[in-house]
């Protein structure tokens, strides 16, 4: 028998707080269950709480921890400690807060988030309930990401964000780690305000450079909030902005180019010379690396970040709200990049080495004589740019219909910033290098270089411009999307959510490049280039994070990139194109996806003693998939020499494939309430995450070499399955004071379709084989026998010489013997040629599991507090170091764990926050090399500091990264450094102003 019953206060509390400063949407999912069971004396109490305000840490962590009380199904969230304040200063470092959150950093800053360790192609970001689009760049390539890039979002504006880790039949489609729900500010939720910020920002980062690199040692960062309502409440007009200019820096050092594994791709200590001179040699069956190069860079960036919200809302009636919203931010990133590196040749003169059987160089020699120096200079370009303009209306049609109307059109694009490009490389060197050696024993790789015989330092006449790269890779995505929402409460209080939406996401992903290989020089060399372009450094200053910067060679020129790229121009005669930006792209790839859902959910309360809530939905989510490709278009085929064909190319053109697939996904929330106190989960749904760009591209392309049996090629499928995660959860809560409490929660993802790739073999019936051809024919029918060793020599001679001059032969000389050489090229009426085209697939299917601790507790009225949570991480797909084929892994899992103690009484509030990530894989491939990159374990401790003056005055001190944290990646040793990272602390001094 189902009864109503009043629901505690707390919840009320939870539920005004969600209302006032949550999307209503979302909002109402959160409070779902209280809805249902308050009694018309708990309606009246809530009420009393609308003017609630959350204040303070104290008061975040309080709202934080009813939203995860009251949540259907497993929920954690932030809560901003007052308008304008949100805990940090970075969005992902906020949520890095969150059990089961982990973020990426990008240049010393969060960027992007894994949830339960499903990477941040698998999360799906919300902007007050709506799907929003993503964009990124790569620096060589097209980007194949659909991870949102946190970094473009400044939090000032931010009220709330939730985070959903188990899937319902409400939330759209997309995120199998999480949906993340970014909540902002609503004019007649938040009533009458107005606040303005100002920070003073000290990077220490930005002075650890050169001083024709350093920025400016302040800068600002200004934010404002203004929200008023007219016309007794009925309408309201919000506007929010924030504008921050930062200057900073981070070095890095490493085998940036990537590692050799041998045997697969190198093996010199097979000859007589690197196997005599190798200490500890890896044995017979060892697997072992060596380094393309040793690289160490110098960063100097300049970040603007702008961002601004417009909302106008208008209350028709008691019953009718809607909402008017657009949503902008760009993030412009300019940044100035000096190297130095050697280059290696697998010449391996002496080394020696870790134990196997995955073995790595403890030191590694290579003899040298005069070889380049190399010096690149770089200048990066790019903005990030995000709009997004909503509409919604809400109608309570009658005290048990509400219905809900969201309409959204938004897009997301990266670019180049620049007339050169979004990427720009001039390489320089001087041609005087040694005998050079690495030792990788240290976190930081020590390079050492022989100079000539009389020479103590590298000379700036011997400088010269060599080889030179400018890029240019865009993105852009969009999302239009229309959802209709309604709720109908029966009599009893059950509930049944219903919705329909139509999703359409468009995106495009593009690169194209400008390349001279002139690595030896070109032109006069180092004569053509005056001495004074070339400023001496030494790149052991700029490495102090590390203990054994000092001892490694460091001397290196830094260069104004502008004046060395006019005098390359002039050394070439005044051709400026190897210098500019490529016009147009060679790689286009579009894809349209379009999606239809429908959704219900049923919603219960049984009981009444220990309520048990019950709800269980069910999606169907249909999705069309259109994709082109700008590829090169095959035209021909030639029979260029015996075991040799070459593919014949016309104009690049689009090709179009298509697919579909469609799914039904239930969900199921169980939460029992033990007692008033204790609350125990049960969760069972399932998800989808769809493919990259890449594996869904609709060109295939054609290889430009091919054999006698036939050619190779590859291609998307845009039929791809997309990730399907059965997803179950157990949560254990105690809720046993004011905001505070210890949960337990473990989790299991059953994930199928993992994709891995497969060759499959087709017929093109646009380019005919000479093999098997008339004159094929005609040359075994006169003698040429399939079973002689000379076979195909002889069929080439015979059509030689009996059709020299016909369709398709072209005889073009004699070689050493006599005999005509030349081409043959596939007729019609020849056989199709045979391709082994290499495609994506949904191959594998495994699981990750794993649990999530959590203690929050505050120390009565002492104003002190402490929250704490572990998450442990568990998978099967792992990386094998020692098999050197491709694989496909589960990118991004490890544990991680964060400690938060604070102080909030009186005008104080002091926050130190301790963050920390277990060793990871972040990426199954270093530069064109299938190899693991690691990400080694890391921590970070930042402080918060604020004092209230007034009511209308508060000052603040931050502190980021106040240790000096390194971070380092490596490959399948330890030992194999990729990149060691250093950026430094920053500093922040500011006051924030209500009016």
Same mark, same amino acid.
Request: with cysteine; charged share 20%; glycine share 10%.
């Given at each position: 028998?189902?009864?109503?019953?009043?629901?505690?206060?707390?919840?009320?509390?939870?539920?005004?707080?969600?209302?006032?400063?949550?999307?209503?949407?979302?909002?109402?999912?959160?409070?779902?269950?209280?809805?249902?069971?308050?009694?018309?004396?708990?309606?009246?109490?809530?009420?009393?709480?609308?003017?609630?305000?959350?204040?303070?840490?104290?008061?975040?962590?309080?709202?934080?921890?009813?939203?995860?009380?009251?949540?259907?199904?497993?929920?954690?969230?932030?809560?901003?400690?007052?308008?304008?304040?949100?805990?940090?200063?970075?969005?992902?470092?906020?949520? *890095?807060?969150?059990?089961?959150?982990?973020?990426?950093?990008?240049?010393?800053?969060?960027?992007?988030?894994?949830?339960?360790?499903?990477?941040?192609?698998?999360?799906?970001?919300?902007?007050?309930?709506?799907?929003?689009?993503? $964009?990124?760049?790569?620096?060589?390539?097209?980007?194949?990401?659909?991870?949102?890039?946190?970094?473009?979002?400044?939090?000032?504006?931010?009220?709330?964000?939730?985070?959903?880790?188990?899937?319902?039949?409400?939330?759209?489609?997309?995120?199998?780690? @999480? #949906?993340?729900?970014?909540?902002?500010?609503?004019?007649?939720?938040?009533?009458?305000?107005?606040?303005?910020?100002?920070?003073?920002?000290?990077?220490?980062?930005?002075?650890?450079?050169?001083? $024709?690199?350093?920025?400016?040692?302040?800068?600002?960062?200004?934010?404002? +909030?203004?929200?008023?309502?007219?016309?007794?409440?009925?309408?309201?007009?919000?506007?929010?902005?924030?504008?921050?200019?930062?200057?900073?820096?981070?070095?890095?050092?490493?085998?940036?180019?990537?590692?050799?594994?041998?045997?697969?791709?190198?093996?010199?200590?097979?000859?007589?010379?690197?196997?005599?001179?190798?200490?500890?040699?890896?044995?017979?069956?060892?697997?072992?690396?060596?380094?393309?190069?040793?690289?160490?860079?110098?960063?100097?960036?300049?970040?603007?970040?702008?961002?601004?919200?417009?909302?106008?809302?208008?209350?028709?009636?008691?019953?009718?709200?809607?909402?008017?919203?657009?949503?902008?931010?760009?993030?412009?990133? *300019?940044?100035?990049?000096?190297?130095?590196?050697?280059?290696?040749?697998?010449?391996?003169?002496?080394?020696?080495?870790?134990?196997?059987?995955?073995?790595?160089?403890? #030191?590694?020699?290579?003899?040298?004589?005069?070889?380049?120096?190399?010096?690149?200079?770089?200048?990066?370009?790019?903005?990030?740019?995000?709009?997004?303009?909503?509409?919604?209306?809400?109608?309570?049609?009658?005290?048990?219909?509400?219905?809900?109307?969201?309409?959204?059109?938004?897009?997301?694009?990266?670019?180049?910033?620049?007339?050169?490009?979004?990427?720009?490389?001039?390489?320089?060197?001087?041609?005087?290098?040694?005998?050079?050696?690495?030792?990788?024993?240290?976190?930081?790789?020590?390079?050492?270089?022989?100079?000539?015989?009389?020479?103590?330092?590298?000379?700036?006449? @011997?400088?010269?411009?060599?080889?030179?790269?400018?890029?240019?890779?865009?993105?852009?995505?969009?999302?239009?999307?229309?959802?209709?929402?309604?709720?109908?409460?029966?009599?009893?209080?059950?509930?049944?959510?219903?919705?329909?939406?139509?999703?359409?996401?468009?995106?495009?992903?593009?690169?194209?490049?400008?390349?001279?290989?002139?690595?030896?020089?070109?032109?006069?060399?180092?004569?053509?280039?005056?001495?004074?372009?070339?400023?001496?450094?030494?790149?052991?200053?700029?490495?102090?994070?590390?203990?054994?910067?000092?001892?490694?060679?460091?001397?290196?020129?830094?260069?104004?990139?502008?004046?060395?790229?006019?005098?390359?121009?002039?050394?070439?005669?005044?051709?400026?194109?190897?210098?500019?930006?490529?016009?147009?792209?060679?790689?286009?790839?579009?894809?349209?996806?379009?999606?239809?859902?429908?959704?219900?959910?049923?919603?219960?309360?049984?009981?009444?003693?220990?309520?048990?809530?019950?709800?269980?939905?069910?999606?169907?989510?249909?999705?069309?998939?259109?994709?082109?490709?700008?590829?090169?278009?095959?035209?021909?085929?030639?029979? #260029?020499?015996?075991?040799?064909?070459?593919?014949?190319?016309?104009?690049?053109?689009?090709?179009?494939?298509?697919?579909?697939?469609?799914?039904?996904?239930?969900? +199921?929330?169980?939460?029992?309430?033990?007692?008033?106190?204790?609350?125990?989960?049960?969760?069972?749904?399932?998800?989808?995450?769809?493919?990259?760009?890449?594996?869904?591209?609709?060109?295939?392309?054609?290889?430009?070499?091919?054999? &006698?049996?036939?050619?190779?090629?590859?291609?998307?499928?845009?039929?791809?399955?997309?990730?399907?995660?059965?997803?179950?959860?157990?949560?254990?809560?105690?809720? &046993?004071?004011?905001?505070?409490?210890?949960?337990?929660?473990?989790?299991?993802?059953?994930?199928?379709?993992?994709?891995?790739?497969?060759?499959?073999?087709?017929?093109?019936?646009?380019?005919?084989?000479?093999?098997?051809?008339?004159?094929?024919?005609?040359?075994?029918?006169?003698?040429?026998?399939?079973?002689?060793?000379?076979? !195909?020599?002889?069929?080439?001679?015979?059509?030689?010489?009996?059709?020299?001059?016909?369709?398709?032969?072209?005889?073009?000389?004699?070689?050493?013997?006599?005999?005509?050489?030349?081409?043959?090229?596939? *007729?019609?009426?020849?056989?199709?040629?045979?391709? !082994?085209?290499?495609?994506?697939?949904?191959?594998?299917?495994?699981?990750?599991?794993?649990?999530?601790?959590?203690? *929050?507790?505050?120390?009565?009225?002492?104003?002190?507090?402490?929250?704490?949570?572990?998450?442990?991480?568990?998978?099967?797909?792992?990386?094998?170091?020692?098999?050197?084929?491709?694989?496909?892994?589960?990118?991004?899992?490890?544990?991680?764990?964060?400690?938060?103690?604070?102080?909030?009484?009186?005008?104080?509030?002091?926050?130190?926050?301790?963050?920390?990530?277990?060793?990871?894989?972040?990426?199954?491939?270093?530069?064109?090399?299938?190899?693991?990159?690691?990400?080694?374990?890391?921590?970070?401790?930042?402080?918060?500091?604020?004092?209230?003056?007034?009511?209308?005055?508060?000052?603040?001190?931050?502190?980021?990264?106040?240790?000096?944290?390194?971070?380092?990646?490596?490959?399948?040793?330890?030992?194999? #450094?990729?990149?060691?990272?250093?950026?430094?602390?920053?500093?922040?001094?500011?006051?924030?102003?209500?009016?």
């Amino acid at each position: 028998m189902k009864h109503r019953h009043a629901a505690p206060r707390k919840r009320l509390l939870a539920t005004a707080l969600l209302f006032a400063l949550g999307s209503p949407a979302m909002a109402q999912d959160a409070a779902q269950a209280n809805q249902s069971s308050a009694s018309q004396a708990g309606d009246k109490e809530a009420k009393d709480l609308d003017t609630v305000v959350v204040k303070g840490i104290r008061g975040s962590m309080q709202s934080s921890m009813n939203l995860k009380r009251d949540a259907q199904g497993v929920v954690d969230g932030i809560v901003a400690e007052d308008i304008g304040k949100f805990p940090d200063t970075n969005l992902a470092e906020s949520l *890095q807060r969150i059990t089961g959150v982990s973020i990426d950093r990008s240049m010393g800053e969060g960027s992007k988030v894994t949830v339960r360790g499903v990477g941040p192609d698998f999360n799906l970001v919300l902007l007050n309930g709506r799907q929003m689009p993503a $964009s990124s760049i790569e620096a060589t390539n097209a980007s194949n990401s659909r991870a949102f890039d946190f970094a473009n979002l400044a939090s000032e504006a931010i009220s709330g964000v939730e985070v959903y880790k188990t899937s319902r039949a409400a939330t759209p489609t997309g995120g199998i780690g @999480a #949906t993340i729900n970014i909540k902002t500010t609503r004019p007649l939720e938040s009533g009458p305000l107005a606040n303005f910020g100002v920070k003073a920002v000290h990077d220490t980062s930005a002075g650890n450079l050169p001083g $024709s690199l350093k920025g400016s040692s302040w800068t600002g960062e200004y934010s404002g +909030i203004f929200s008023r309502t007219f016309a007794d409440g009925r309408f309201g007009f919000a506007l929010t902005g924030s504008y921050q200019d930062r200057d900073f820096g981070y070095n890095e050092a490493g085998v940036a180019g990537g590692w050799y594994a041998c045997p697969k791709w190198c093996g010199p200590l097979s000859q007589p010379g690197p196997a005599a001179n190798a200490t500890n040699p890896p044995g017979a069956g060892d697997v072992y690396s060596l380094p393309q190069n040793m690289m160490y860079a110098l960063n100097s960036v300049n970040r603007k970040r702008t961002n601004a919200q417009a909302t106008l809302q208008f209350k028709a009636t008691d019953n009718i709200t809607a909402t008017l919203d657009y949503t902008y931010s760009e993030n412009r990133i *300019q940044q100035r990049r000096h190297e130095l590196s050697t280059w290696f040749n697998q010449l391996a003169t002496a080394t020696s080495w870790t134990d196997g059987p995955v073995a790595a160089p403890i #030191t590694y020699t290579e003899a040298a004589n005069g070889a380049d120096l190399a010096m690149a200079g770089a200048m990066f370009a790019t903005k990030n740019e995000n709009k997004s303009l909503g509409f919604n209306v809400e109608w309570a049609a009658s005290d048990a219909l509400s219905l809900e109307f969201n309409y959204h059109s938004s897009s997301a694009e990266s670019g180049a910033d620049s007339p050169y490009g979004s990427n720009n490389v001039i390489g320089t060197a001087a041609f005087v290098r040694g005998n050079t050696s690495v030792d990788f024993s240290g976190d930081l790789p020590i390079l050492g270089v022989e100079l000539p015989a009389g020479m103590t330092e590298v000379p700036a006449s @011997a400088m010269m411009v060599t080889g030179s790269s400018f890029r240019n890779s865009y993105m852009k995505s969009n999302v239009d999307q229309g959802q209709v929402r309604g709720q109908f409460v029966f009599q009893n209080y059950s509930k049944l959510d219903f919705g329909v939406a139509h999703t359409r996401v468009k995106n495009r992903t593009a690169y194209n490049f400008v390349q001279r290989d002139d690595w030896g020089g070109f032109g006069g060399g180092a004569a053509d280039y005056a001495d004074d372009l070339w400023i001496p450094d030494d790149m052991s200053r700029y490495f102090g994070s590390f203990s054994n910067s000092n001892s490694l060679f460091g001397q290196f020129f830094v260069f104004d990139f502008d004046k060395v790229r006019d005098a390359a121009i002039a050394a070439r005669g005044g051709d400026a194109t190897p210098y500019l930006a490529p016009v147009g792209f060679t790689t286009d790839r579009r894809a349209t996806e379009t999606s239809q859902s429908a959704y219900a959910q049923w919603s219960n309360v049984w009981g009444e003693k220990m309520p048990l809530h019950t709800a269980f939905g069910l999606r169907y989510e249909k999705t069309d998939v259109v994709s082109r490709a700008l590829v090169p278009i095959a035209t021909g085929l030639l029979w #260029t020499g015996n075991n040799e064909f070459s593919v014949q190319y016309g104009a690049p053109d689009f090709t179009e494939l298509k697919g579909s697939y469609k799914y039904w996904l239930p969900s +199921i929330d169980l939460a029992l309430e033990v007692s008033d106190q204790v609350m125990l989960r049960a969760s069972y749904g399932e998800s989808i995450g769809r493919p990259q760009w890449n594996y869904i591209q609709g060109g295939q392309t054609i290889d430009s070499f091919a054999a &006698y049996e036939g050619g190779t090629g590859n291609q998307g499928d845009p039929g791809l399955k997309p990730l399907e995660a059965r997803n179950f959860d157990l949560s254990l809560e105690w809720y &046993y004071g004011e905001a505070s409490y210890v949960s337990v929660g473990w989790f299991r993802k059953n994930i199928d379709n993992y994709i891995g790739t497969s060759s499959i073999e087709l017929s093109h019936p646009d380019l005919h084989t000479p093999v098997g051809g008339a004159y094929f024919d005609e040359a075994v029918a006169n003698g040429c026998d399939p079973a002689g060793t000379d076979f !195909r020599a002889c069929v080439r001679q015979y059509i030689f010489t009996n059709h020299a001059g016909d369709p398709g032969v072209t005889v073009t000389g004699l070689d050493q013997s006599g005999n005509p050489t030349g081409t043959i090229a596939g *007729q019609p009426g020849d056989p199709s040629a045979v391709f !082994r085209i290499t495609v994506p697939v949904n191959k594998d299917s495994n699981m990750l599991r794993g649990w999530e601790l959590n203690v *929050q507790h505050m120390f009565g009225d002492s104003g002190f507090g402490m929250s704490a949570n572990y998450t442990i991480v568990k998978s099967d797909l792992t990386y094998d170091n020692y098999n050197l084929e491709e694989q496909f892994p589960l990118v991004g899992l490890s544990d991680s764990a964060n400690l938060v103690g604070f102080y909030d009484k009186g005008p104080w509030q002091i926050r130190a926050a301790y963050n920390w990530r277990d060793e990871f894989l972040t990426s199954t491939w270093d530069s064109w090399r299938p190899n693991p990159i690691y990400v080694d374990a890391y921590g970070q401790l930042d402080l918060n500091v604020s004092y209230q003056v007034n009511e209308n005055l508060t000052l603040m001190a931050e502190a980021i990264n106040l240790t000096d944290a390194t971070m380092r990646t490596h490959g399948r040793n330890d030992l194999q #450094t990729f990149l060691a990272t250093q950026t430094g602390p920053r500093y922040m001094l500011g006051l924030r102003y209500k009016f």
